[in-house]
């Protein structure tokens, strides 16, 4: 067994803290995410432990849902995201030629588009649910993976063993996932751990602007909108709500490096 | 002060190793090896890959490449030992007072600055000639080793020579600073064999005729044979034997250097054609899309069963796109290929399953030729299941049976490519296309990348398996030697065309036409004098020259 670095041991701490927080939110939280069990913004207490947000909800309580809610969506985009990616980037990479070429090109002219205005566009026609927040985060961060995977597949396309799977008369499904995924896994694992960053961040961001996750409905983003008067009078509830993004951001992309390191390292790795 | 321009007492060289899935350690590399080296002699390093002889050559500068350290030992250059040297001393002393010319030029040269400043800048740097000096001494050095042009070579760009060229030039730069001593690191191995001995021929001139010192590493034995005074032979960082180009040559004494010089001397009886050839290629034209010249013009050979068919040639050669015309890879322009009775499709898409499994690769890159994320075991495994169903006992039987024959045994079975030498990377891709029980496999220069000794093992291990499985061999190489061993017919290939071909004795014995004189004449031979021999007796200039 391999003694863990530091940094992982923080990373993996922290990030699971917060993931075990998101599944058991229910059992964890002291009171009801929406029911107003105080007055406006009371100060931290042995009731409170962090206080009561704008309309006297139990602040603690709205932290532990809201990250289940933000955890959970920027999770379900990057696996949405990751599979479409990956998948259409190996095929074209594969395929080659003008299929390539038509994928890539589509691929260009969405990323031409800035990501958050085209989200705040669509999100603003389309009723706001949490699939569609999905869909639409997936769809959006997908052309980033499928440039990374089309990238590093291109690459593997061209090595003798790959030329030897086609010669053996192997079908481009074999090719795909037994020949040129395990060995573009360490890049994708490690930009998956930035990724997941990137989607807690920009759902965030549509919660705050309002287009994100709906009140009553706790999520990080939209506690720090919520709250964001009170830093005008001194009162802290929507620095909370910013910590925990900071930390989840950091810790997360401290097991992303360890992951990738590891990965590299393995057996047969290519570095 | 001795007469020894260089003196080496008991060196020992360390590195660290990262091997997979354990943590770094130091291993040593370089066990305590003595040697001295008189001015104005050259003495040849010879051994395998990892016996340690560039780090040898290299601590004759007080270097040591990435993660290996000289842990001990002396070496005296000019009576001063050198790595109690400052930094500043050892910078006098590389580039000017000993030079290095290494395997790769085109690696080598900046491709941003034009030859003759590269030439002289070690000499101008180092104050040791003034520039006008230094470009007068490196015309001069150019035209002495025999460039084309030499009052005007130095202006171009390093793309703007051959290789062949471009390895003269490194030559020049060495000796441009007039050095003691020049670190030769396998300086003609990457070239063309045509090439390669008039570039030998050019060293070889210019260290006679400057009279400098050299230590001359290569694999190649008999290359060694042809420039040096004296031979160390190595072998794991350590000395095996020590004597005269002669003594070495014609009279060895350890077991080791016997089995070097008798490399490449494979029995092989020349099977005769039967009348019904099992692979005919007719007419075959073929260019790569988006190119307006033929790679391949009219290319026509037959291969029989269970016989051999070498296809010779340098580089550009075209005889690694007839392999892909043949596999489906790039489908021709014109022409078509019978295998088995049949026609073939001219592209992969078109071909039967069957088409497939008779018809097996091997290529000259072990390492990239099997996928490092699968087990042995996997890598062999594959084709049984795809064409023949196995699963489970069945198929570890099967695998097992070919570790066997591939002189491997199962203990190989759960490990990964990275895990093997050069040479069991190369059996297990045998192995590999001995499952899918082909009736032909074309091998695809897959000796070149190995150690003569390696080599020559796979050589007999294909030999062996051709007898027990009566499969055909078409076999791609630029290396004479490895056809005699071999080959049942040979076909000579120059400019995507077919020069000469018909069976080994045949296009082995004269008259021969002028190219297929040049490539016989250029493989080198384990015999003194060799070089000006063939030298004085040449038809024809090689292409890359």
Redesign the interface.
Known sequence: MMRLPLAAMIGIFFTSLYFLMAIFAPLLAPYPMTEIVGGVWEPMSAKHWLGTDNIGRDLLSRMIYGGRTTIFIATVATIVSFTTGSILGFTAAVIGGWVDQAMSRFVDLVMSIPTLIFALVVLSVMPVTIPMLIMVMGFLDSTRVYRLARAVAVDINVMDFVEAAKLRGEGRIWIIFREILPNALSPLVAEMGLRFIFMVLFVSTLSFLGLGVQPPQADWGGIVKENKDGIVYGIGAALWPAVAIATLAISVNLVADWVLNRTTSLKGGRG | MSDQLLKVRDLKIGATV?P??EKPHDIQIVHGVSFDLAPGKVLGLIGESGAGKSTIGLSAMAYGRGGVEITGGEVWVNGRDILQESVKGLRALRGTEVTYVSQSAAASFNPAKKIMDQVTEASVSQGKFSRADAEAKAVELFAKLGLPDPENIGSRYPHQVSGGQLQRCMTALALCPEPDLVVFDEPTTALDVTTQIDVLMAIKEAIRDTGVAALYITHDLAVVAQVSDDIMVLKMGEMVEYGSVDQIINAPQEDYTKALVSVRSIDHEEKTPTDNPMLKVENITARYKGTNFDVLNDVNVELHPGQTLAIVGESGSGKSTLARVI???LPPRDGRIEFSDRTLSPD?AG?T?DD??EL??I?Q?AD???????TVGTIIG??LE?YFGLRGEEKRKRIKELLDEIEMGDGFIDR????LSGGQKQRVCIA?ALA?QPKLIICDEVTSALDPLVADGILKLLLDLQKVENVAYLFITHDLATVRAIADSIAVMYQGRVVRYGSKSEVLSPPFDDYTDLLLSSVPEMKLGWLEEVIANRKMESAGN
């Open positions: 990262y997979p899935g596999t489906g890879l992969l071909r399953r497939l499994r097996q690769m290529y890159m990239v030729a099997m996928n490092p994320r699968q594959r084709p795809f990964y490519p990275a895990e590999r899918a």
